[in-house]
């Protein structure tokens, strides 16, 4: 494969897809919410709510909370106050998986317009004759959604560090985040989720004509992101250290079938007939 091909037809998509409106304005949307607005929300306003602080530590679905969670998790809201244990709890625990939503975003954004939004603006066919291989076809797609969300992942992730340390900094007086299970979210389980998206919605994308047609369908991936963080408020399932590094395990190796089968089954000679 010529990594030149593969780099010019992932810059071409990047290109096309800083020219769709709807998409950007999409992609943007989302950051703001996790990245900022929530953040802002739990660190500064709720903590000057009367009683708002001692009603979400002594709820008793928390003290359940508390109770179920492990200990290494625990441990970490040992000697705080009720607005640290509450700015805790929810940005560094209950927020993790959400947080995961971000890569989700832009990376099926980006690949459900590689060949969708190719389709609907027809200029598929005259990139189906360039003289480039299949795989290479395939690959520069894969990397036009994949650097620019991990990209993006790991800055957003860098100003969340930023506003969850600095605005409660007199109240802690130290920084406290990132947790440990952060850095397994975002460098081991991000990339898996972001690569079985990609692959996932190419394939996608080549079936259905449209751009908003392949986002909808391949969205259904963010599915997975709602039931950890289901999972994690309602206490059945934790995201410490170890269950992420599992969930990473498990994420890669169905990156890896669902990657191989869209290798596999990918043929610019069926692109051309559908």
């Known amino acids: 494969m010529n990594i030149r091909n593969i780099m010019a037809i992932a810059q071409k998509d990047w290109l096309e897809v800083r020219q769709n409106k709807s998409a950007m304005i999409s992609m943007m949307i989302v950051p703001f919410i996790f990245i900022v607005f929530l953040p802002l929300l739990i660190t500064l306003i709720l903590p000057g709510v009367s009683g708002g602080v001692e009603s979400f530590v002594n709820d008793p679905d928390m003290q359940v909370f508390f109770t179920m969670m492990p200990e290494s998790m625990s441990r970490v809201l040992q000697g705080l106050d009720a607005a640290q244990i509450m700015i805790v709890t929810v940005l560094g625990y209950m927020f993790a998986p959400m947080f995961l939503i971000v890569p989700l975003m832009f990376s099926t954004t980006i690949a459900a317009e590689s060949f969708a939004g190719e389709k609907e603006r027809k200029t598929l066919e005259a990139l189906l004759y360039q003289p480039i291989s299949d795989k290479e076809l395939f690959f520069g797609k894969v990397m036009a959604a994949g650097l620019p969300a991990i990209a993006v992942t790991w800055l957003c992730f860098f100003l969340y560090t930023i506003i969850v340390n600095a605005i409660p900094y007199a109240s802690f007086g130290r920084l406290w985040f990132p947790l440990p299970v952060w850095w397994l979210l975002i460098f081991w389980v991000s990339p898996a989720l972001i690569a079985m998206s990609i692959s996932l919605t190419v394939m996608i994308s080549i079936k259905i004509q449209t751009f908003m047609g392949a986002y909808q369908t391949s969205s259904v991936v963010v599915l997975i992101v709602v039931v950890f963080f289901i999972g994690q408020i309602t206490g059945v399932l934790f995201l410490s250290s170890l269950v992420t590094l ?29």
Do not use: E, H, N, P
Not at 251 to 270: D, L, M, N, V, Y
């Open 246 to 274: 599992v969930m990473g395990v498990a994420f890669w190796a169905i990156t890896a079938i669902i990657g191989t089968i869209a290798i596999r089954s990918f043929s610019r000679q069926k692109l051309l007939t559908d």
